[in-house]
């Protein structure tokens, strides 16, 4: 079966589930799977996938931590992603799926040809924990990725047919001991400064921060400048045991599974992270603050560290299985 593969790359939650997907997909050696990459420069790469297609695809721009409406207009080429629609050759495929991945969405939707959804996104199709929404988000939101069959992921099933995350995360047979004052931040939206100013004076912690600002790796007395890097964020991330991130989706599911003390912040007029932040709240999961202030994250950090951790299954395996065996069961069904 020759599958292509679509991958949104706007911040890296989707690029780690096409990771954990291209891991279980090794166990199928019938499957012949190719990755369309879109929404970030080709040179940021796409994971543990090295051999990919690009296009530019359509991303968000963000300004002090909110979606900057004019920047995104101005950088999303609207003629290049619609010429790209038109020319993706689509023939050649028994499968086609996106994890909300616009350009295979809309060029699969222009030919009828039948597409399988992956990702969080689809999880909003159900009645589940929603801020933000209004008509023309709603819209936005179904109209900018369409599949056929969507498979929703979430932190919980809401009584719906959703299925638990996709997890790119390798536990050691014996995790290492949370060292009580090491916090990671990962805040790729909002300003270095800010960060650094509210951090500077809270020296009884460890800060490490990852952010795609930094392009080596420094350390100034309590605070950890680190570049993006997927094997070194997921290695500080084990033996940490508080988190401060935005509300997007991996990360946190990661933290769940490990255990970790989490305070996120949603990305202002975004309705995915909104609406994340809202379930966290309603799940007890995590703190939410709606501002970055040392108070807030001062007091947080002296709480009690009460930690949510929820046991996820091998979920990429799972569905790796049910595309390898022509994915029969209904989407109820595989819930």
Known sequence: MKI???????????????????????SYPDLEVEWL???????????AIEEFKWRRGLTFITSAGKINA???L????????????????????????????????????????PLTGIGHQYAFSFDIPKSGANPAVNFIMKAYAPVTQPVGLHWHHFNYPILPPILDIDLPAEMPVALTNKVIVYLPFESIQSIFDIIRDMSTYEFYIYHPQFIEDRDE?????????????????????????N???????????IGKHILTKPLHGQMEQLSNAKALQELGYAEVIKILKQPLIGDWLEKDKSLAQVDYPDVASRLAAWIANGRRESTEELA
């Not at 990459?37 to 994971?47: A, E, F, K, P, T």
């Not at 050759?89 to 030919?111: G, Q, T």
């Not at 964020?233 to 991130?245: G, M, N, P, R, S």
């Open 247 to 257: 509300s997007g989706f991996e990360l946190i599911s990661e933290c769940l599974q």
């Open 74 to 113: 101005r950088h999303n080429k609207l003629k290049t992603f619609f010429t790209d629609v038109k020319e993706l050759d689509l023939s050649s495929y028994d499968l086609v799926i996106s994890d909300y991945e616009p350009v295979i969405s809309h060029a699969a939707r222009r030919r009828k040809i």
């Open 70 to 72: 004019w920047q995104t």
């Open 37 to 47: 990459l879109s929404g970030r420069d080709q040179d940021l790469g796409c994971g």
């Open 4 to 26: 292509l593969y679509g991958v949104q790359g706007t911040g890296n939650g989707h690029i780690s589930r096409a990771s954990a997907m291209f891991e279980a997909f090794k």
């Open 221 to 245: 007395r309590h605070i950890h400048c680190r570049k993006i890097s997927r094997l070194g964020f997921k290695k500080d991330l084990l033996d940490a045991q508080h988190v401060i991130t």
